[in-house]
């Protein structure tokens, strides 16, 4: 039903930024909560950005806060998450997720739908 693709990762310095983008499919698109996840190697899947339906409302974890910024196309149907001040601790890999049922914050959301990742390394 829902069908993302991710693109945009790749190896950065310390202090660069990177755009990460997300092509999604499906005609539900536009009343789907989105989010960004990360995961590194041996620990668990960390939520890191989230936007509701209509973009008007997005969610960030302090880890992130003040330097990634989500944004949503409804019309192209594309997700972005724009990252700055770059750090070796945000080195993962990026998912893009759709939710199925949305929470009162894209952050509490359920995310059913998942891209397949795109690996982003940032040196010190």
């Known amino acids: 039903q829902v069908h993302l693709v991710e693109s945009g990762g790749g190896l950065v310095q310390t202090g660069d930024s990177l755009r990460l983008s997300c092509a999604a499919s499906?005609?539900?698109?536009?009343?789907?909560?989105m989010g960004w996840f990360r995961q590194v190697s041996g620990k668990e899947r960390e939520f890191v950005a989230g936007?509701?339906?209509?973009?008007?409302?997005?969610d960030y974890p302090d880890s992130v806060k003040g330097r990634f910024t989500v944004s949503r196309d409804n019309v192209k149907t594309m997700v972005y998450l724009q990252m700055s001040s770059l750090k070796p601790e945000d080195t993962a890999v990026y998912y893009c997720?759709?939710?199925?049922?949305?929470?009162?914050?894209?952050?509490?959301?359920?995310?059913?739908?998942w891209g397949q990742g795109t690996q982003v390394t940032v040196s010190s």
């Open positions: 997720a759709a939710a199925s049922i949305p929470g009162v914050t894209p952050s509490r959301s359920r995310y059913n739908y």
């Open positions: 499906g005609r539900t698109f536009s009343s789907r909560a």
């Open positions: 936007i509701d339906y209509s973009g008007g409302s997005t």
